[in-house]
T-cell receptor, first 113, second 116 residues
Framework: TQLLEQSPQFLSIQEGENLTVYCNSS?????LQWYRQEPGEGPVLLVT?????EVKKLKRLTFQFGDARKDSSLHITAAQPGDTGLYLC?????????????FGRGTSLIVHP | KAGVTQTPRYLIKTRGQQVTLSCSPI?????VSWYQQTPGQGLQFLFE???????NKGNFPGRFSGRQFSNSRSEMNVSTLELGDSALYLC???????????????FGSGTRLTVV
């Protein structure tokens, strides 16, 4: 059972376009993380959002955590070829004294020059 | 400081064999987790270790096992390999088990296992 649904699964756009990636769940999370993974490498953490309704900005990337802490979105403004990669959201839940991120299947983004 | 180091990077094994993968976390990080990544299922949690103890385990068969040493280095073992075990195996570290919630994991580059 996939706890986190990401959409769209694939995205192919031109440089300069804007895009939004969605991450939805029926579960409530302690926090939600976004990672980016490039081919042949492991995921790299972009941001962690903790509070319902929280909005964080990282240059051209805007991350929002839903009020109920069940969903999140990632918006990229004026995409660049360097933004190409697999974007993964991860909902963090408490388990056995630890916090375990559960990942969505990812959104594969290609930005064409 | 050095990142998370996984060895080997690539591995080809035959069905029925066993394999051991190694992970050295970031210096000072004491919590190590393992994930399996496949195109169909994405990243699936395998297990988490802290202070040489397994704290959490994902929904994988007993053929998948792991351990952690006193220096925080970790190994995972897969016995009786099946074709479906072909995947990218990722190791991730955090300073303590609870810190991953706010500070996330640092992942290694993974070991690409191909079972033929």
């Amino acid at each position: 059972t996939q706890l986190l649904e990401q959409s769209p699964q694939f995205l192919s756009i031109q440089e300069g376009e804007n895009l939004t990636v969605y991450c939805n769940s029926s579960s409530v999370f302690s926090s939600l993380q976004w990672y980016r993974q490039e081919p042949g490498e492991g995921p790299v953490l972009l941001v962690t959002v903790v509070t319902g309704g929280e909005v964080k900005k990282l240059k051209r990337l805007t991350f929002q955590f839903g009020d109920a802490r069940k969903d999140s979105s990632l918006h990229i403004t004026a995409a660049q070829p360097g933004d190409t990669g697999l974007y993964l959201c991860a909902g963090v839940t408490r388990a056995g004294g630890s916090y375990i991120p559960t990942f969505g299947r990812g959104t594969s983004l290609i930005v064409h020059p | 400081k050095a990142g998370v180091t996984q060895t080997p990077r690539y591995l080809i094994k035959t069905r029925g064999q066993q394999v051991t993968l190694s992970c050295s976390p970031i210096s000072g990080h004491r919590s190590v987790s393992w994930y399996q990544q496949t195109p169909g299922q994405g990243l699936q949690f395998l297990f988490e270790y802290f202070s040489e103890t397994q704290r959490n385990k994902g929904n994988f068969p007993g053929r998948f096992s792991g351990r952690q040493f006193s220096n925080s280095r970790s190994e995972m073992n897969v016995s009786t390999l099946e074709l479906g075990d072909s995947a990218l195996y990722l190791c991730a570290s955090s300073s303590l088990p609870g810190t991953a919630s706010n500070y996330g994991y640092t992942f290694g580059s993974g070991t690409r296992l191909t079972v033929v």
